[in-house]
């Protein structure tokens, strides 16, 4: 079963723009992770966040993690047309000794020109 | 340090056959994960292997699908029989510490079966 949840599904926005996007999830975790798929190709790591930190910053990615909603937010500052791609919340998540790491189902960004 | 490697790129197969997909991970990585992708879709977990070991196959069916991560060599996720609907994209990721650390993917095994 999927444990994070992203939101929107989809997302179209100009270039300059501010991308936000959202997941939920389900049950304690670890940490929570954000990844990037171009289509047909890889993920691509972006951030990690521990469950014991509120905010976290790289380059124009600012995270931020609610450990009491059970959610986190990615915002991409000063969009580009090649930020275009899906992108991915995963979780850590620890079942009888498993670390198995879950995906949503993703946001697709789309950046204008 | 090279990157998670997977082989081969694409495969087709006939109904029925055999389809072995291959996943270096990267050096120094002990964790392996094993997910299926859908167009349009994201990624399903399959299964979770550390060397030598199944530590959590819940996402694998149990009829056709078996994966491996044997002491030297790389991982083999084996689907016996193939069927129509196995078709999709088959990524393998790598980690250092399993879930407490950051996942490296390879660029996946596109497998279309005829």
């Known amino acids: 079963s999927q444990q994070g949840e992203e939101d929107p599904q989809a997302l179209s926005i100009q270039e300059g723009e501010n991308a936000t996007m959202n997941c939920s999830y389900k049950t304690s975790i670890n940490n929570l992770q954000w990844y990037r798929q171009n289509s047909g190709r890889g993920l691509v790591h972006l951030i990690l966040i521990r469950s014991n930190e509120r905010e976290k910053h790289s380059g124009r990615l600012r995270v931020t993690l609610d450990t009491s909603k059970k959610s986190s937010s990615l915002l991409i500052t000063a969009s580009r047309a090649a930020d275009t791609a899906s992108y991915f919340c995963?979780?850590?998540?620890?079942?009888?000794?498993?670390?198995?790491?879950?995906f949503g189902k993703g946001t697709k960004l789309t950046v204008n020109p | 340090n090279a990157g998670v490697m997977q082989n081969p790129r694409h495969l087709v197969r006939r109904r029925g056959q055999e389809a072995r997909l291959r996943c270096s991970p990267m050096?120094?990585?002990?964790?392996v994960y094993w997910y299926r992708q859908l167009p349009e879709e994201g990624l399903k977990f399959m299964v979770y292997l550390q060397k030598e070991n199944i530590i959590d196959e819940s996402g694998m069916p149990k009829e056709r699908f078996s994966a491996e991560f044997p002491k030297e060599g790389p991982s083999i996720l084996r689907i016996q029989q193939v069927v129509r609907g196995d078709s999709a994209a088959y990524f393998c990721?790598?980690?250092?510490?399993?879930?407490?650390?950051?996942?490296?993917f390879g660029q996946g095994t596109r497998l279309t079966v005829v």
């Open positions: 990721a790598s980690s250092r510490n399993g879930g407490r650390s950051e996942a490296f």
């Open positions: 995963a979780t850590a998540l620890t079942q009888g000794g498993s670390e198995k790491l879950v």
């Open positions: 050096k120094g990585h002990s964790h």
